[in-house]
């Protein structure tokens, strides 16, 4: 119950990538999130396979790193690869990012971070009608998607094409065997374009 929380609250937090494209401008905004794709790859392969990549083998520095996988460990899904999360996240935020003007990808980034954050807290605490086509989801955690998505837009958009988004963009943040942190941003963001 804890771990969904701190997972959560992570995610959530990921609105402040936002500030990347407000500081650093659209393209400079863009590498930095790439980048940071990229370092939580090699992490993750490093993590996964630690053993095979450890050259230097120093006590002091091997516990370190034994109390920092303990902690990285309570917040990841298993049978993922470590960081997966954080990797789609910003490759998410990188191609909205490179693919739209910045406040289509500032609005989509934060729909993202926040819409599918609270969605899924709901959804695992008081989900209790799971969703015909995703049992994995619930029509709780879908209507806060809706709700969050749709108030959220409406920051950037007109409230009918606020309205149409949101119920798009929810219907396709229930799909099964997708990755969200890719098909929200990118959803939203080519409706918010194409609208």
Same mark, same amino acid.
């Given at each position: 119950?804890?771990?969904?929380?701190?997972?959560?609250?992570?995610?959530?937090?990921?609105?402040?990538?936002?500030?990347?494209?407000?500081?650093?401008?659209?393209?400079?905004?863009?590498?930095?999130? /790439?980048?940071? #794709?990229?370092?939580? +790859? !090699?992490?993750?392969?490093?993590? &996964?396979? *630690?053993?095979?990549?450890?050259?230097? @083998?120093?006590?002091?520095?091997?516990?370190?790193?034994?109390?920092?996988?303990?902690?990285?460990?309570?917040?990841?899904?298993?049978?993922?690869?470590?960081?997966?999360?954080?990797?789609?996240?910003?490759?998410?935020?990188?191609?909205?990012?490179?693919?739209?003007?910045?406040?289509?990808?500032?609005?989509?980034?934060?729909?993202?971070? /926040?819409?599918? #954050?609270?969605?899924? +807290? !709901?959804?695992?605490?008081?989900? &209790?009608? *799971?969703?015909?086509?995703?049992?994995? @989801?619930?029509?709780?955690?879908?209507?806060?998607?809706?709700?969050?998505?749709?108030?959220?837009?409406?920051?950037?958009?007109?409230?009918?094409?606020?309205?149409?988004?949101?119920?798009?963009?929810?219907?396709?943040?229930?799909?099964?065997?997708?990755?969200?942190?890719?098909?929200?941003?990118?959803?939203?963001?080519?409706?918010?374009? /194409?609208?």
């Amino acid at each position: 119950m804890e771990l969904e929380i701190k997972r959560q609250t992570i995610h959530a937090l990921g609105v402040f990538t936002i500030l990347l494209i407000q500081i650093f401008e659209k393209w400079y905004g863009a590498l930095i999130m /790439l980048l940071i #794709s990229i370092i939580f +790859l !090699i992490l993750g392969e490093y993590r &996964k396979n *630690k053993e095979k990549y450890k050259l230097l @083998k120093i006590k002091p520095l091997d516990e370190f790193e034994d109390i920092l996988e303990d902690e990285f460990k309570t917040y990841e899904r298993k049978k993922e690869l470590p960081f997966n999360g954080a990797i789609m996240f910003y490759l998410g935020c990188f191609i909205v990012t490179v693919l739209f003007q910045p406040y289509i990808a500032i609005a989509s980034i934060t729909v993202l971070a /926040l819409s599918d #954050s609270l969605s899924t +807290l !709901i959804g695992h605490f008081l989900g &209790k009608h *799971k969703l015909f086509i995703n049992k994995k @989801k619930s029509w709780e955690g879908s209507i806060i998607f809706f709700v969050t998505t749709f108030m959220i837009l409406l920051f950037f958009v007109y409230p009918i094409k606020a309205l149409i988004i949101a119920i798009l963009v929810t219907f396709i943040e229930m799909l099964p065997k997708v990755d969200d942190n890719l098909t929200i941003p990118i959803t939203t963001g080519f409706l918010i374009w /194409l609208i």
